[in-house]
């Protein structure tokens, strides 16, 4: 890892769901077929997710059942957010890029089958809980001055700025139905609305080192 230590522009630790591969448009997809629905009226699962004609949302424990077949179906097979694929593979020319997620330990290896099959081979490290924690180990590990770190979740961009105070934090979102429940996140340093909106921001800091 230390090979970019001297080289490299930093260290790109990015997140996966929602920010390289579209999820919330596949488990939409998948809950009705199981005759569910998505519609979300806040920044969550649980507590959108209804039984087709119900009033009442499904509860955390259907939720997570649901989700875990849809892993077990699909970990392998999300489609790339647009600008995904060629912006990384772009940047990596010039940052060292590790791929930082929250999905279940059982499926790092389908989702890893996943994002090579797209044209991103760089590490995948499971994650629980916030991620400031562990973006703050693969900084110490790659020996990198600098990290930017993408996510869609504002729980994270928080618990970054947090614990790597100088990371440059970008917040986005495939889903725009989610997205528009996003309000600005204070801790963000970039809301991007794409990858098109990201790429020169990241791009600019590695030509100011
Ligand atoms: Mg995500």
Not at 115 to 142: C, E, H, M, Y
Not at 172 to 181: K, N, T, Y
Request: one cysteine or more; hydrophobic letters at 45%.
């Amino acid at each position: 890892m230390a090979k970019g230590a001297c080289r490299m522009a930093g260290l790109i630790v990015c997140d996966v769901d929602e920010v390289v591969l579209h999820f919330v448009s596949a488990f939409r997809a998948f809950l009705e077929s199981e005759g569910f629905t998505l519609n979300p009226k806040s920044y969550a699962l649980t507590g959108n997710v209804r039984r087709a004609g119900e009033e009442e949302p499904a509860g955390q424990a259907e939720v997570s059942r649901l989700l875990d077949r849809f892993y077990a179906a699909n970990a392998d097979r999300l489609r790339p957010v647009p600008g995904a694929v060629e912006t990384l593979q772009a940047l990596s020319r010039t940052y060292e890029i590790a791929f930082l997620s929250n999905i279940p330990e059982v499926y790092i290896d389908l989702r890893n089958q996943n994002l090579k099959a797209i044209g991103l081979d760089f590490a995948l490290t499971g994650n629980r809980g916030p991620k400031g924690p562990a973006v703050r180990a693969l900084k110490w590990a790659s020996a990198a001055e600098r990290v930017v770190f993408l996510d869609d979740s504002p729980r994270h961009i928080r618990s970054v700025r947090a614990e790597v105070p100088d990371a440059f934090t970008i917040h986005m979102i495939a889903d725009h139905r989610f997205r528009a429940l996003v309000g600005k996140v204070a801790e963000a340093d970039l809301m991007a609305a794409s990858w098109r909106e990201a790429r020169p921001a990241i791009e600019a800091l590695a030509a100011r080192s």
